[in-house]
């Protein structure tokens, strides 16, 4: 069995009263999911995410130290893939796609990512995202 592993985030961005989450569309079978990518050697988990997003998409983020959340699943025959998701924020709206893989990078309103989102693994993990901030924000309360 082969392993593989990335990092990636659910990189949020407030304007105002509405809150935006970033997606990614890739060329390849245009499906919508997170920015996210390859752990490279001796690289943490944290740094990878950091790295890929800024890759991806040109944001730098601020990650969220107590939320991580790990998916595993096989993309195919042989393969088992584990990718690790952490919650972050970045005051930058300016993005752009990374040229070659990436089709499109855009800003949806957190209310409508469901919809947009093409796997139930990335449908999981915003719903997971979304608890976090709830409770953090009754804990500020």
């Not at 990636?8 to 499906?31: M, N, P, Q, S």
């Not at 089709?103 to 957190?110: D, N, S, Y």
């Amino acid at each position: 069995m082969q392993y593989e592993k990335s990092c990636g985030a659910v990189v949020l961005r407030r304007e105002g009263e509405r809150t935006y989450v970033l997606l990614i569309r890739h060329k390849k079978g245009g499906h919508r999911s997170f920015p996210k990518g390859h752990v490279e050697r001796g690289e943490s988990e944290r740094r990878t995410a950091e790295r890929e997003v800024r890759e991806e998409t040109g944001a730098r983020i601020n990650i969220r130290e107590r939320f991580r959340v790990p998916i595993r699943y096989r993309p195919m025959p042989g393969v088992e893939k584990e990718v690790v998701y952490f919650l972050a924020f970045t005051d930058d709206p300016a993005i752009r796609p990374r040229e070659g893989e990436i089709a499109e990078v855009e800003w949806m309103p957190l209310d409508r990512a469901d919809e947009a989102l093409s796997h139930d693994n990335d449908r999981m993990v915003l719903r997971s995202a979304r608890r976090y901030l709830a409770s953090r924000e009754r804990v500020e309360q």
